[in-house]
């Protein structure tokens, strides 16, 4: 998938959730169960996972790009590859932490107001939608490291 069928991606799935949000509150807030039960500690338990599954694999992309520049004695070859394993780690950590600031709001938002609650649990859903997207992208680019022939 290229980033820009990502981007397209994200940005339609955000209008969607906005859309419902806006025009039906009651299938995104608190009514519905699952997402009652979801938009918590449950949300951060998911996305701390791939957090640290995730940081762990961008590493050790990392030092296979390194170990393949010094076989072929090419520093910075890959210097466009590491700039997009970075920035899909650091964007994994600010939507952890975005995640958290869903999560200390939501109990603040009164119940009476659904399309508060509605809101953020769009939001969170939008987060792990992106989450899953850079997840995607790593996993293209681990599958697109080959091995390396000695010549």
């Given at each position: 998938?290229?980033?820009?069928?990502?981007?397209?991606?994200?940005?339609?799935?955000?209008?969607?959730?906005?859309?419902?949000?806006?025009?039906?509150?009651?299938?995104?807030?608190?009514?519905?169960?699952?997402?009652?039960?979801?938009?918590?500690?449950?949300?951060?338990?998911?996305?701390?996972?791939?957090?640290?599954?995730t940081l762990a694999s961008g590493g050790q992309?990392?030092?296979?790009?390194?170990?393949?520049?010094?076989?072929?004695?090419?520093?910075?070859?890959?210097?466009?590859?590491?700039?997009?394993?970075?920035?899909?780690?650091?964007?994994?950590?600010?939507?952890?932490?975005?995640?958290?600031?869903?999560?200390?709001?939501?109990?603040?938002?009164?119940?009476?107001?659904?399309?508060?609650?509605?809101?953020?649990?769009?939001?969170?859903?939008?987060?792990?939608?992106?989450?899953?997207?850079?997840?995607?992208?790593?996993?293209?680019?681990?599958?697109?490291?080959?091995?390396?022939?000695?010549?």
């Amino acid at each position: 998938m290229s980033r820009t069928i990502a981007y397209c991606a994200l940005i339609c799935v955000a209008c969607i959730l906005l859309t419902v949000t806006i025009v039906m509150p009651d299938v995104l807030n608190d009514q519905n169960e699952f997402l009652k039960s979801f938009v918590n500690h449950e949300l951060l338990a998911l996305l701390g996972v791939i957090l640290a599954i995730t940081l762990a694999s961008g590493g050790q992309i990392h030092l296979s790009f390194n170990q393949i520049e010094e076989h072929y004695k090419k520093p910075g070859a890959l210097a466009a590859a590491r700039r997009g394993v970075k920035t899909a780690c650091f964007w994994l950590i600010a939507l952890f932490l975005m995640a958290i600031v869903i999560v200390v709001l939501k109990p603040l938002v009164p119940e009476a107001t659904s399309w508060g609650r509605a809101f953020l649990n769009a939001a969170a859903l939008l987060i792990v939608f992106w989450n899953v997207l850079i997840l995607v992208e790593i996993v293209q680019t681990v599958f697109a490291i080959t091995p390396r022939v000695d010549v």
